[in-house]
């Protein structure tokens, strides 16, 4: 394989990299703020600056962060070993000096995996990989600069953040949303694009770059239940991630067309509007010995005494003052198979999250005991809902039950 291969299909951003000149009126291009974001996640590009004596050039490269390094493709130019470089990061400008310059073995030895040749020079179109300090809070896809001599280097910082600055301030601050991730910067700029527009307008409350991982589900959760998803566009998700998403009801959507992936997450905010609303009745009872964790998600093995059990349910415990202890995220059966739903008789483990802080803080042992009965939390609205759109998927029994819990809710 390629030193080019092994950047890796997700890595292969666009980095754009200052190079040469000593004037003091020279102020750093700041890597792409003129293009249209539908093309920033194939390309970055700067526009060449006129010189004294020469035409100032600007490299292009290939990108992905590693462990404190970055593999980048030059086109031309020259880097050296001692060089200082400003790279935009998360949490501002990264300002570091390059440690060692690497290639990768001729092709013949490229059987020598993790052995590289260093440079103290590179100033050939080749894929070299930079180690210097700090570069692991560098962004895949944000603009790098090499300092030179009489340079301004708040100036080159602030350059180098303009157009991080520019995509972040599309995240909505108070991190109410859906969770949007992709293989590069310039790919969560196109998403963020897309996600404000008119007829899209949904609210994203965080990002990240990479596959999927189970940080990744964590952040995702917010602060309400129907954005608790990640877009995931063109990216992998790993199995603990996935794991970790249907234990707290984070939904994930994977797609290589953002437009399509946009129109999975409509199709479900459709479904869930309409179930949030609507409240199938169920009476629930904790097995014994089955309660695998005991807060934030509650995870507990139940008999359904009757009603039907579904995913969005609301569940409250009538025996303590009708205290609310989240929603069902989770079912699976004895196989740990998902289901969408619970039938009267099935013994079945659920998972219950918190919608709101508050929930989150209930907990088995201090709030609810094995006796009590968990009941599905139903209100006026959400009655009129079930019986609107799901009146012929109740049997005689749930209606019987629905009856039941009206009078027990004083409704």
């Known amino acids: 394989m390629g030193f080019c291969e092994d950047l890796g299909e997700g890595g292969r951003d666009i980095f754009a990299v200052k190079i040469g000149g000593d004037s003091k009126d020279k102020k750093p291009n700041s890597g792409g703020k003129n293009h249209q974001e ?8 700067n526009q060449p600056a006129k010189h004294e004596e020469e035409e100032e050039q600007f490299s292009v490269m290939e990108v992905k962060v590693v462990e ?54 590179i ?65 969560v700029a196109a998403l963020l694009k897309f996600s404000k527009a008119p007829e899209v307008n949904v609210p994203v409350g965080g990002m990240s770059i990479g596959a999927v991982q189970k940080t990744d589900v964590t952040k995702a959760l917010g602060k309400r239940k129907k954005y608790a998803t990640i877009l995931a566009f063109g990216v992998e998700v790993t199995p603990e991630a996935s794991q970790l998403a249907q234990q707290l009801g984070v939904k994930i959507f994977t797609s290589h067309t953002i437009h399509r992936l ?42 359904v005494v009757q009603g039907v059990a579904k995913i969005g349910t609301p569940i409250c415990v009538p025996g303590r003052e009708f205290v609310e202890i989240g929603w069902i995220v989770c079912i699976q059966d004895d196989d740990h198979r998902a289901l969408d739903h619970a039938m009267k008789g099935q013994r079945v483990t659920i998972n219950i999250l918190g ?16 006796e009590d009965d968990l009941v599905s939390k139903i209100t006026p609205d959400s009655l009129d809902a079930l019986r609107e759109q799901y009146l012929g998927d109740l049997s005689t029994e749930d209606t019987e039950l629905l009856f039941k819990l009206k009078q027990l809710f004083k409704i």
Do not use: W
């Open 123 to 187: 100033k050939i179109s080749q894929g070299i990989k930079i180690a210097a300090p700090g570069l692991e809070r560098a962004i895949a896809g944000a603009s790098l600069y090499v300092v030179r001599p009489n340079d301004d280097i708040e100036v080159i910082k602030r350059s180098a953040m303009e157009y991080v600055d520019s995509v972040m301030s599309r995240i909505d601050k108070s991190g109410e949303g859906v969770y949007v991730q992709a293989s590069t910067f310039g790919s």
């Open 262 to 303: 946009f129109l999975q997450f409509k199709s479900y905010m459709d479904k869930i509007e309409a179930a949030e609303v609507a409240v199938f009745p169920c009476v629930l009872k904790i097995m014994p010995s089955c309660v695998i964790n005991a807060k934030d998600p509650i995870v507990l093995g139940v008999h």
């Open 38 to 45: 539908e093309e920033e996640e194939e390309k970055l590009t």
């Open 355 to 370: 919608s709101n802080p508050e929930e989150r803080q209930k907990m088995f042992g201090r709030h609810f005991e094995m």
């Open 68 to 121: 404190g390094t970055i593999d980048v493709v030059l086109v031309n130019g020259v880097l050296r070993v001692g060089d200082r470089i400003v790279v935009g990061g998360f949490q501002g400008p990264v300002v570091t000096s390059i440690r060692a310059l690497l290639t990768p073995h001729p092709v013949k030895k490229l059987r020598l995996k993790g052995e590289y040749l260093h440079h103290k020079k």
